[in-house]
């Protein structure tokens, strides 16, 4: 059964298409919050939205040591948005099974341009002199797809009309509940 929260999560998600960019809130080693913007890519097999990240990076090394996440979604031709909170699952080289075989053609699926930055230097180091760089055929070590298994979410739609929803895993469980604006 799919939680309750999902349904208008992905009728928001295709009125806004083509790409949805979405926010990424992880927190340091350290307990520094950090956010970034992702491209949302979809929902994977199990229905977890799903996003890349390379192995080398800061959020990669975030949501290895701490993997608790926040994903917030604001939905501008809807006028939604989307709060979830869960657990992220790093699927990379490692992965089997249908992880193995999305990473497979997610990788497929970017441009030479987006591969290129998984074959590069390191994330966030000093840029000398950008080259091309051979782009290899499948999926290198560094290419990771974050899979977030949401336990919380909130939907606010501005409608008209304005309305709030939370919703809730509790066991195996949703517990939806209406909420003021």
Do not use: C
């Not at 031709?77 to 869960?86: A, I, S």
Request: aromatic share 10%; glycine share 8%; net charge neutral.
């Amino acid at each position: 059964m799919s939680p309750p929260w999902r349904p208008p999560f992905q009728t928001a998600l295709q009125r806004n298409a083509p790409q949805v960019e979405v926010q990424v809130g992880t927190v340091s080693p350290e307990g520094v919050p950090a956010v970034r913007t992702v491209v949302l890519r979809g929902f994977s097999p199990e229905g977890h939205p799903y996003f890349f990240t390379d192995l080398r990076s800061r959020k990669a090394n975030h949501l290895a040591e701490n993997p608790k996440v926040a994903l917030h979604a604001w939905f501008p031709l809807t006028q939604e948005q989307f709060r979830l909170n869960g657990r992220a699952s790093l699927h990379g080289w490692h992965a089997e099974g249908a992880w193995a075989e999305l990473r497979r053609h997610a990788w497929a699926s970017l441009d030479d341009e987006s591969r290129q930055a998984f074959v590069g230097p390191p994330p966030g180091r000093t840029l000398v002199t950008p080259t091309a760089l051979e782009v290899p055929p499948s999926p290198p070590q560094e290419f990771v797809v974050v899979a977030v298994d949401v336990t919380e979410a909130d939907w606010l739609s501005l409608g008209p009309p304005v309305t709030r929803a939370g919703f809730r895993l509790i066991g195996a469980g949703w517990v939806q509940q209406s909420l003021t604006p």
